[in-house]
């Protein structure tokens, strides 16, 4: 399905051309303003028989888009790995509502608690379900070479520093790819150990869209380094960021 986002061309067979203002990925609403009309209409594209400017019909329900960005992040970083910037990590983690799950990339060394924080280079579902960009210049339904791209070119000296070699987990990051994409996504928190426990639990996985049946594969190892983390209480990073 195409990009649904705020500008968007559409057509609604009793108003005609119109342009989105505002869109909720998770329920499907949308605002549009048609012609000279001074008041935007809501409108559902489940049930309101909404198309696309060229008459492509909106399924939203049948071919749902994804409501986090999280699974085009997996394929572009996986794209990256393989053109030697493998010093890029991909950190996820839950809001406390579970609703939404933010996302954090960087570069570097790979410290999974104390990580660099770069502008740009994180953001939460939450933000995506309205405006679905990563916040780097990119387009809405951009391709993975086209993500790539634009992260060059909005800050080129930040995607310097992942060149470099970490065949550990690149070798994680690739078999998590190979196993998830292109409908689940991994997530990174793990909650404190029960009194007793010895295993660590399993890495949560997360459907990135509607009607997607829960993952039933192969469980995921913990990356690289991780397991000395096992035993230590941690959610978010120091500094603590907020996201809105």
């Known amino acids: 399905m195409k990009a649904i986002a705020p500008g968007t061309v559409i057509f609604h067979r009793h108003r005609g051309y119109g342009v989105i203002t505002s869109v909720n990925l998770l329920t499907g609403w ?23 400017a060229d008459g492509e019909p909106i399924r939203f329900r049948r071919t749902p888009p994804d409501r986090m960005p999280h699974a085009r992040l997996m394929a572009m970083v996986r794209a990256l790995h393989q053109a030697g910037y ?13 609703l939404h799950w933010r996302w954090h990339l960087f570069t570097g060394q790979r410290n999974w608690l104390q990580r660099p924080w770069r502008e740009g280079w994180y953001g939460s579902g939450a933000d995506y379900n309205f405006n679905p960009v990563m916040g ?19 800050d080129p000296h930040g995607l310097a520093q992942a060149l470099g ?3 550990d987990h690149t070798a994680w990051f ?27 639990p399993r890495v949560p996985v997360v459907p ?9 594969g192969p469980a995921l190892a913990w990356p690289p380094g991780w397991r000395g983390l096992w035993g230590h209480q941690h959610a978010a990073p120091a500094p603590k960021i907020v996201f809105y």
């Open 30 to 52: 949308i605002s549009a303003r048609f012609g000279s009309e001074g008041r935007t209409l809501d409108l559902n594209l489940s049930n309101d028989e909404v198309q696309h």
């Open 86 to 98: 493998q010093k890029l990590y991909l950190y996820s983690w839950p809001k406390p509502s579970g």
């Open 136 to 154: 780097w210049g990119d387009k809405p339904g951009a391709s993975t070479d086209e993500l790539i791209h634009a992260l060059a070119k909005c």
């Open 165 to 167: 070699r970490d065949e």
């Open 174 to 200: 690739a078999e998590v790819c190979d196993l998830l994409l292109p409908n689940y996504m991994y997530s990174l928190d793990m909650p404190p150990p029960r009194p007793g426990a010895s295993d660590m």
């Open 208 to 216: 990135v869209r509607a009607n997607v049946l829960e993952y039933d």
